[in-house]
């Protein structure tokens, strides 16, 4: 009875339990096979396992989804497992609002073997299924491909006509990826395939693009107008002997974007130059949150981010982090000095700063801040991303009167 008490969720009925599975996201639903045995055994009856070839897989996915009904108890089974070749299993999980998880095991290999990734969505003439599925796969979140299911992803993405939104992650080995989508996909995320040398997309209608990882060689190909784009490569260059021309396709597309990631040291690198050489006034006139990755080990300066803030006057919302692990480059202040259009921020509403190595360099950002912006924004700052502080810049005339050192104050007792 106290045992019973003590876990209320636990003894809830199969049905209930099943739901909330469902619910939660793969990572997370996973895991509740070590709060019990309870748990442990009602994963396994969610789970359809099945045993084949490779050359099976694509298939048994396909009859999976066409099976699956959530409106049918008899068919509802979310969790499907295959085991193919040696040691190889897929597992694929049906989560809410038409989202599918492909997960690969994992080949432990100390030099993983290179493949390529070829993903042609939404094709002109989709493979005829006698079948169709009531469950039509919205978004695809991809995880663990490797050289021996490279070929398998390839074959079942054919079938997925209506996808908006995929995010491949932790591909080991993946060294080129080529993605061709005419239609319909809206979303890509691409997250730690630290091998990944090559990038190609074709998707027109695409607006989110989120990137972590090692700087690849992009192209993207009918250059579109993406609204947000997360371009994390605080993990340096993928390749050697890139140029700032290499990237000016990207460049094109992140332009009219609302939403912007940037690394200095990809400014420096890859966009300064570019602009530098460019007589035509070039500035992220939609650009309203900007987040900003900066490495301070060898001393902050700010003249870069001031340099790219003058590109950016309809910009909000600002949020600099300070990663001490973010790849940097020798200082290129002279061509920062090119490239800034002396433009004012007169809509500034938030700027948060995390991970400074002192309240000095906080204050001096501060400090540079004010010579361009025509307004008062919120300005917080964390060193351990949990206690927030407020820094506040006296106007010019208190500063003349105060001196400089009154703003020292201000910033470590607000």
Same mark, same amino acid.
């Given at each position: 009875m106290?045992?019973?008490?003590? $876990?209320?969720? +636990? ?17 997370s ?13 009602? =994963? ?27 409106? !049918?108890?008899?068919?509802? @089974?979310r ?7 040696? $040691? ?5 999980i049906? /989560? ?20 390529g ?61 080529y ?12 997250f ?5 040398? +090559? ?6 209608k ?8 090692p ?12 609204? !947000?784009?997360m371009?994390?490569?605080?993990? %340096?260059?993928g ?12 460049l ?16 420096? /690198? ?5 602009? +530098?050489?460019?007589?035509t ?9 900007? =987040? ?14 001031? @340099? ?39 809509n ?19 400090e ?13 700052? @964390?060193?351990? %991303? ?16 105060? %001196? ?6 201000? /910033? /470590?007792?607000?």
């Amino acid at each position: 009875m106290e045992e019973t008490a003590g $876990d209320i969720i +636990s003894s809830l009925p199969s049905e209930i339990l099943f739901h909330i599975i469902s619910l939660l996201p793969f990572e997370s639903a996973i895991q509740t096979i070590f709060l019990s045995t309870r748990w442990r055994l009602l =994963w396994n009856m969610a789970l359809v396992q099945k045993h084949g070839t490779k050359e099976d897989v694509a298939s048994a996915v396909s009859q999976f989804l066409t099976n699956f009904n959530e409106h !049918d108890p008899r068919k509802n @089974t979310r969790r499907f497992m295959f085991h193919f070749g040696k $040691d190889s299993v897929l597992t694929a999980i049906i /989560a809410p609002n038409n989202k599918l998880h492909l997960h690969f095991s994992a080949i432990k290999q100390e030099f993983p073997r290179r493949f390529g990734l070829l993903l042609e969505l939404n094709p002109q003439n989709p493979i005829h299924q006698p079948n169709p599925p009531a469950f039509f796969v919205k978004t695809l979140n991809l995880s663990s491909v490797n050289y021996l299911s490279n070929d398998i992803v390839s074959s079942i993405i054919l079938s997925f006509r209506f996808l908006e939104n995929l995010k491949i992650s932790g591909c080991n080995g993946l060294r080129t990826l080529y993605i061709d989508s005419n239609t319909k996909l809206l979303e890509l995320t691409i997250f730690d395939c630290l091998h990944l040398k +090559s990038v190609c997309i074709k998707s027109p209608k695409l607006r989110t693009l989120r990137y972590r990882g090692p700087l690849p060689w992009f192209w993207p190909e009918n250059h579109y107008n993406l609204e !947000d784009a997360m371009l994390d490569f605080r993990k %340096g260059p993928g390749y050697r002997g890139f140029e700032s021309c290499d990237f000016d396709p990207v460049l094109l597309t992140i332009k009219n974007a609302e939403v912007l990631t940037l690394c200095k040291w990809t400014f420096e /690198a890859l966009i300064c130059p570019s602009l +530098s050489s460019v007589e035509t006034e070039f500035q992220f006139y939609n650009l309203k949150e900007l =987040w900003w990755i900066d490495n301070s080990s060898e001393g902050y300066s700010s003249d870069s981010l001031i @340099t790219f803030l003058k590109l950016c006057p309809s910009l909000e919302s600002l949020f600099i982090t300070n990663d001490p692990e973010s790849y940097h480059m020798a200082s290129t202040a002279a061509c920062s000095k090119q490239v800034g259009k002396h433009s004012e921020l007169g809509n500034l509403k938030v700027v948060k700063l995390e991970g400074f190595l002192n309240q000095n360099d906080e204050i001096k950002f501060a400090e540079h801040l004010q010579e361009i912006i025509t307004v008062d924004p919120l300005i917080l700052a @964390t060193s351990d %991303g949990i206690c927030w502080r407020r820094l506040v810049i006296p106007s010019q005339s208190q500063q003349t009167k105060q %001196g400089v050192s009154n703003l020292e104050v201000l /910033a /470590a007792t607000q």
